[in-house]
């Protein structure tokens, strides 16, 4: 394997709210198992919608767990499961923010899609359906894109940098990848990252509806037979450090992220181009120093959707050459679901178990090969291996793309 670069960062605590409950771990042991967070819709509404599944968070999830009873009300669903995230990343971590100055060297940086879908959908359900003519006097302060970021940096006094990353479904993996590029700039040594998103209300479900790309019966990326993405929730938090810090106070190290790329396909606001997929797995290999044969495994976008999963394989094909056919890949949507701005944080996840546990987890609900996607998606069964390094794909609506490379620690 290619030497990495002098500078490195690190992942040293993770934790996440998914379809499969509360926790990282029970998130990772979901997907290895091959078990499916898709279920019917619960939804109060969902007589009146064509789409039928979803991966929701159950209902056994309690916001009240994980903050005062004086910031609950402050939160939209989307706060509350990126709080309820990063705190149990940050209690991995073992990191105490209240010694000397690493509160004012700990940065923010949360990725989601939306950001407040759910205040928004209620409260304009009350002026347009129910005209009260008045809406919570909290209403900007839980929808703003920025919530999750800022109420994390409150919970836990943290007060550097912090901002919101929206790139559509590419949110999490620009996150992660702004915050790798703060820690080796030297400006931080440390940053709570990732994504979350609850994007489930009445009119963006009905929204979805509108573009026609949402599968009736389950998600079957790179299948023939595939219908589409299904539609999911949570959110996963990352806490991230520069490698000389970590080493230097003795932390176990997860996973190193290794190298990021990011590119823009200026195309088409919705079709992918392989061209600016390729671009961006390229961008991640070359940062990371790896080169294409190091790579183990690709956690892919794969939504289950005619045009993206092609356009993956191809990209694929472009940038691995004849290596392509020992890649191992697989579209962990199939269990999840595809939960937006959250996606590529609830797959880092995935892509963290693979390497510690020795196993890629499956693309689930795989009928039959499709022509057109010829690699080895590891469909319907866990795949023991070993995994040195892995690419994480994820390629948003608008053309924008962006790849994590990660390294196993050791």
Not at 33 to 61: C, Y
Not at 343 to 348: H, K, M, N
């Amino acid at each position: 394997m290619t030497q990495p670069p002098a500078s490195g960062v690190v992942i040293t605590g993770m934790g996440a709210v998914s379809a499969f409950g509360e926790g990282a771990e029970r998130l990772w042991q979901g997907l290895r198992e091959g078990r499916s967070g898709i279920r019917p819709l619960r939804h109060a509404r969902a007589d009146k919608m064509r789409i039928r599944v979803a991966a929701q968070v159950p209902e056994t999830f309690d916001p009240a767990q994980h903050c005062s009873e004086r910031t609950l009300p402050l939160l939209d669903r989307c706060s509350q499961l990126a709080l309820a995230a990063a705190n149990e990343a940050i209690a991995q971590s073992g990191l105490d923010f209240s010694a000397g100055d690493l509160a004012l060297r700990t940065g923010v940086i949360i990725g989601t899609g939306v950001g407040g879908e759910t205040t928004h959908d209620e409260q304009s359900r009350l002026i347009y359906e129910e005209h009260t003519g008045r809406v919570h006097p909290f209403t900007i302060v839980r929808l703003m894109v920025n919530a999750p970021a800022s109420q994390i940096s409150i919970a836990h006094g943290l007060h550097g940098p912090t901002f919101a990353v929206a790139s559509a479904c590419a949110s999490a993996n620009h996150a992660l990848a702004q915050a790798a590029a703060m820690i080796r700039s030297g400006l931080v040594d440390v940053v709570v990252s990732g994504g979350t998103e609850a994007c489930l209300g009445f009119g963006s479900l009905k929204a979805w509806e509108a573009m026609r790309v949402v599968a009736d019966d389950t998600c079957r990326p790179f299948s023939q037979g595939r219908r589409g993405l299904v539609l999911g929730e949570g959110a996963a938090i990352f806490v991230l450090e520069s490698k000389a810090h970590a080493r230097a106070r003795g932390a176990t190290i997860l996973g190193e992220l290794a190298g990021v790329g990011m590119s823009a396909d200026a195309g088409d606001i919705a079709a992918p181009d392989p061209a600016g997929s390729a671009r961006a797995m390229g961008q991640a290999l070359a940062d990371a120093g790896l080169a294409p044969e190091d790579v183990d495994y690709i956690n892919a976008h794969g939504t289950g959707t005619q045009a993206n999963d092609v356009a993956e394989t191809e990209a694929i094909h472009r940038v691995f050459g004849a290596y392509a056919a020992r890649l191992v890949v697989s579209s962990t949507k199939s269990m999840h679901g595809h939960a937006l701005g959250a996606s590529g944080a609830l797959e880092l996840v995935a892509v963290l178990g693979a390497m510690r546990d020795g196993v890629v987890p499956p693309t689930m609900n795989y009928v039959a090969a499709d022509p057109a996607c010829d690699l080895d998606y590891a469909p319907n069964a866990a795949r023991p291996m070993r995994v040195r390094a892995a690419l994480s794909n994820s390629f948003a609506f608008g053309g924008l793309n962006a790849v994590l490379a990660i390294r196993a620690p050791g």
